[in-house]
């Protein structure tokens, strides 16, 4: 199972930052799905900065979704405790 995603911002070079209910922080890099069906509405800079949250994942409203568990097991995370241990 999966943790909801909670908050969602998007970054410079298609990076996104997610955050999970669970504490736990990560960045998405959606820059390998860009040339792929419905992701290549991403391209545009102004869509891409349109991500939110819907549910427990994310949504654009150019019509693109992302299933929670991609998201989850995509993102590159960290949560506090392990920040404070690489520190």
């Known amino acids: 199972m999966h943790p909801s995603v909670t908050s ?5 070079n298609y990076l996104l930052s997610v955050e999970f209910a669970n504490g736990e922080q990560g ?4 820059k390998p799905y860009l040339d792929f069906g419905v992701f290549k509405r991403l391209k545009e800079r ?3 900065n349109q ?3 819907s549910f427990d994942t994310i949504e654009w409203s150019v019509g693109v979704d992302l ?5 989850y097991s995509k993102c590159q995370r960290s949560t506090a405790q392990q920040d404070v241990a690489e520190a």
């Open 8 to 12: 969602v911002t998007p970054l410079e």
């Open 27 to 30: 960045i998405l890099d959606m």
């Open 51 to 53: 991500v939110r949250v």
């Open 67 to 71: 299933d929670p568990a991609f998201v």
């Open 46 to 48: 102004s869509s891409f």
